[in-house]
C-alpha cells in the first residue's frame, strides 16, 4: 500500500493562499504522476491537479486553472500545491495520491487514501 502524508491545510479568508504538501516514498515519487482530490461534505471527490513523474507536466480542472501550481520538489519527494485567490468554493479535505491517467480521466492508483488536509475558505 502506498502511502502519503498531506498536510499544509488551514483556515483562510477569502483571496488567501495556503501552500499543501504530500510526502511520498522515493519510489513512488520519482517514478509515478502524482495528484491531488478534493472532497467536500455531501459531494463526490473530484480530481484538482496532476504532474507528471517528471515535474515537466501540471494538469488542472479548470475550477482552479490559474490560480493553484501544483509543483515537484526531488529533494524532498514532496509535492505541492500552492492554492491562491483561495474561494469558498474550494472549502474541502484535500487528498494526495499517485494516479493515473485512464480516458481522459485522472484515477488514484490505489484503492485507499490518506487522511487528507483540511482547507476551509471564510467568506
Known amino acids: 500500500q502506498v502511502q502519503m502524508k498531506e498536510s499544509g491545510g488551514g483556515l483562510v479568508h477569502t483571496g488567501g493562499s495556503l501552500r499543501l504538501s504530500c510526502v511520498a516514498s522515493?519510489?513512488?515519487?520519482?517514478?509515478?504522476?502524482m495528484g491531488w482530490f478534493r472532497q467536500s461534505p455531501g459531494k463526490e471527490r473530484e480530481f484538482v491537479s496532476a504532474?507528471?513523474?517528471?515535474?515537466?507536466?501540471?494538469y488542472y480542472v479548470d475550477s482552479v486553472k490559474g490560480r493553484f501550481t501544483i509543483s515537484k520538489d526531488f529533494a524532498k519527494n514532496t509535492v505541492y500545491l500552492q492554492m491562491d485567490s483561495l474561494k469558498p468554493e474550494d472549502t474541502a479535505v484535500y487528498y494526495c495520491?499517485?494516479?493515473?491517467?485512464?480516458?481522459?480521466?485522472?484515477?488514484?492508483?490505489?484503492?485507499?487514501w490518506g487522511q487528507g488536509t483540511q482547507v476551509t475558505v471564510s467568506s
Open positions: 495520491a499517485r494516479v493515473n491517467l485512464r480516458s481522459g480521466k485522472w484515477y488514484n492508483s490505489n484503492d485507499s
Open positions: 522515493e519510489v513512488t515519487f520519482r517514478f509515478y504522476a
Open positions: 504532474i507528471t513523474s517528471t515535474g515537466a507536466t501540471p
